[in-house]
């Protein structure tokens, strides 16, 4: 049999992969700063696979808990069984762990996680009254996005400080239009208005968005037109609509995109 290799498009914005790199031979844990739909999760995939690792991604929420990274015992007929969540998983496995937006996690993740990011990289499962110490491969990385306004959850900067951090923005014009045609083979010329869409919203401050145009967007946009949407439906449904529900904003962010394509 034939297994095909799977290749993932990055495109890198700085010095990412060299200190992925590093951080992988000396076993640090990382943090992933930046808005959604920057590439965090693509960059980690990215690795992963360059890297030959395999990784495991946990979506954290508000109810997420450390029973859930840690696992649970459950009933089977008559028996009572352990079972090992993610977390336990990868530190026995020497997986990357992946938790994404670490900071919407309950309290207890954090103190979970604790002993795994400094010299003792350890896991203590309380439930076994068990200690592990991690595979020489496992790594654990998390993201977060500073930019969430009130309401959101921050990341104590005690726990921040116990992870080597690297910054996502979004990427200059031009990697964006190669991201752009990269992904969806779209043609050139609309990539690169496309982009200025993601600029010129992204530069309008006064709005007060919450959260502007991501690439991820103008993924989306790209693809529709890909697709034979037509331009001015596609950029409203893909990059206007998701960005706010105000009628007023909505229809001044169109007017001004159907100026642009
Ligand atoms: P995040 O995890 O930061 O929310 P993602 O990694 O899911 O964002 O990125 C969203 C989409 O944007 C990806 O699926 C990909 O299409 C595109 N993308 C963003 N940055 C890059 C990049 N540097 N290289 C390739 N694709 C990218």
């Known amino acids: 049999m034939i297994v095909a290799e799977k290749t993932i498009f990055y495109k890198a914005v700085g010095s990412e992969i060299e200190v992925f790199n590093q951080i992988n031979q000396l076993q640090l844990p990382l943090l992933l700063k930046g808005p959604t739909g920057s590439g965090k999760s693509r960059f980690i995939e990215y690795m992963a696979n360059e890297l030959n690792k395999t990784l495991v991604t946990v979506s954290c929420h508000e109810e997420t808990s450390a029973t859930d990274l840690i696992g649970r015992f459950i009933i089977k007929g008559a028996e009572t069984i352990w079972i090992d969540g993610p977390l336990s998983i990868a530190v026995k496995n020497g997986y990357i762990l992946y938790l ?139 990059v206007v609509e998701p960005l706010t529900d105000e009628q007023e904003t909505i229809q001044a962010l169109k007017d001004l995109c159907d100026l642009m394509i």
Do not use: C, M, W
């Open 100 to 238: 994404d937006e670490v900071a919407e996690a309950r309290p207890d993740v954090i103190v979970a996680i604790h002993s795994l990011t400094d010299h003792r990289r350890e896991l203590f499962i309380d439930k076994l009254g068990e200690t592990i110490k991690a595979h020489p491969d496992f790594l654990l990385v998390a993201s977060f996005n500073p930019g969430y306004q009130k309401g959101f959850k921050e990341l104590k900067p005690s726990t921040r400080q116990r992870f080597v951090a690297l910054s996502f923005d979004y990427p200059n014009p031009k990697v964006e239009t190669e991201i752009l045609i990269n992904e969806t083979g779209i043609e050139a010329d609309i990539a690169q208005k496309l982009v200025t869409i993601g600029t010129k919203i992204r530069n309008l401050t006064e709005l007060g968005l919450t959260e502007t145009v991501s690439t991820r967007l103008l993924v989306d946009a790209a693809k529709l037109i890909n697709n034979g949407l037509p331009k001015r439906l596609a950029v409203h449904v893909a």
